[in-house]
């Protein structure tokens, strides 16, 4: 079993960057891949960004390239998304989820989701 808790929403002016954080508990989290996905009001949720478990493996959508980066520190069981140059459509809820696989959809632990809010 695998929690999740992700943190570092807020709003933020278009331009600007947040950098959120998804702490994984339990020893076996650093042997799971970890995304983050998003939802905006009236969509889908939508794959973000994706690391493997050794961050061997990394994958962002392309809407987000340049802008976006995953990270991940398996000592202190936290990965990161840092978002530079955030846009209007942007916002989203962000939700941290967790697979022993590593893939792009399907993830078998998720988070609550964090808020992030930019204005235009």
């Known amino acids: 079993q695998v929690q999740l808790v992700e943190s570092g929403g807020g709003s933020v002016q278009a331009g600007g960057s947040l950098r959120l954080l998804c702490v994984g508990s339990?020893?076996?989290?650093?042997?799971?891949?970890t995304g983050w996905f998003r939802q905006a009001p009236g969509k889908e949720r939508e794959f973000v960004c994706g690391i493997s478990w050794n961050s061997d493996n990394v994958k962002c959508r392309t809407f987000v390239k340049d802008r976006f980066t995953i990270a991940r520190d398996n000592d202190k069981n936290t990965v990161y998304l840092q978002m530079n140059s955030l846009k209007s459509e942007d916002t989203a809820v962000y939700y941290c989820?967790?697979?022993?696989?590593?893939?792009?959809?399907?993830?078998?632990?998720w988070g609550q989701g964090t808020q992030v809010t930019v204005s235009s």
């Open positions: 339990g020893r076996t989290f650093g042997s799971f891949a």
């Open positions: 989820a967790a697979d022993s696989r590593w893939r792009t959809a399907e993830y078998d632990y």
